[in-house]
């Protein structure tokens, strides 16, 4: 019988460690105190988050139900799913093939184009609301108003800079063998990119539908400019509106920011593995 080798671990403590271990300890506990006060604050009665009181004494669920039915989140939460789920679809659409035209299709000016596209990701996500808004006011373009519609809510965030650069990034460093062999096949761009790219790259892709997930259900100014009635606003608006109707119930509002959180945090952990091994595998290739 063979004898097991012990293997010695990758890892070994060292006391010179301790001060980096303490500093992670503290930044976790930093980034944790939130989502305590948050949780904690949400099973309260308005009594106790008025005294302060770090735990409730009994839970009180149902918060969440009266939080849920007081500000129409059923509504709201609805809205958000719908304007979620089709700004993923036509970001996926936009930013896969433009990532894949600036790896791998030499056009005239690429370089200049990719250029200022990533000069398009210094400027200041604020600056460009009044253009939008006024684009979509039908002040720019004489196209009408498209206030408290789907298309005001998801168009403007389609072509995202970051998304088409990090897929570049990831296609730039799949093996030019891969697109020999397809050519000789018979392969051309779109066959190439939808039976070998796409389905070799979908920790990036992950990756992307994650951020651009967080990004849409979490987005709070620009629904709250393009919508003046409940009919596609989102939860986020839907929180703010809560806030103004319940005035000092705390207790109501953070259980309402609870159930606007479990979504995220759900599907995160769900693709936390894909996530990071897609940062980890896109890399800085020029």
Do not use: C
Request: proline share 6%; no cysteine.
């Amino acid at each position: 019988m063979a004898k097991k080798t012990k293997h010695k671990q990758a890892y070994e403590f060292k006391s010179s460690h301790i001060p980096i271990y303490i500093m992670l300890t503290i930044g976790a506990v930093i980034a944790v105190i939130p989502f305590f006060y948050m949780f904690s604050t949400s099973l309260m009665t308005l009594g106790e988050t008025i005294n302060k009181t770090l735990l409730p004494a009994k839970a009180q669920i149902g918060n969440y139900s009266e939080a849920w039915n007081e500000a129409k989140f059923s509504r709201y939460f609805l809205n958000s799913a719908i304007i979620t789920g089709l700004t993923i679809i036509g970001t996926l659409l936009v930013v896969i093939p433009a990532g894949y035209a600036f790896a791998n299709i030499k056009f005239p000016g690429r370089s200049i184009f990719f250029m200022v596209l990533l000069a398009t990701m210094m400027i200041p996500y604020t600056v460009i609301f009044l253009p939008n808004l006024l684009m979509i006011r039908g002040k720019i373009i004489p196209w009408g108003s498209h206030l408290n519609t789907l298309q005001a809510l998801i168009i403007p965030f389609l072509a995202a800079p970051f998304y088409i650069f990090l897929l570049r990034q990831f296609f730039m460093g799949i093996p030019k063998e891969l697109w020999d062999a397809a050519r000789i096949d018979g392969a051309g761009h779109g066959r190439f990119l939808t039976s070998i790219v796409i389905p070799i790259s979908t920790p990036v892709i992950l990756t992307v539908t994650l951020l651009t997930f967080i990004h849409s259900w979490n987005e709070f100014i620009w629904p709250l400019l393009v919508t003046t009635t409940p009919k596609w606003r989102p939860l986020g608006v839907g929180l703010y509106s809560f806030v103004t109707e319940a005035g000092p119930e705390t207790q109501l509002l953070m259980a309402g920011s609870v159930i606007t959180l479990l979504p995220v945090l759900i599907l995160y952990f769900i693709t936390q593995k894909y996530f990071t091994e897609g940062i980890a595998t896109s890399g800085l290739k020029g």
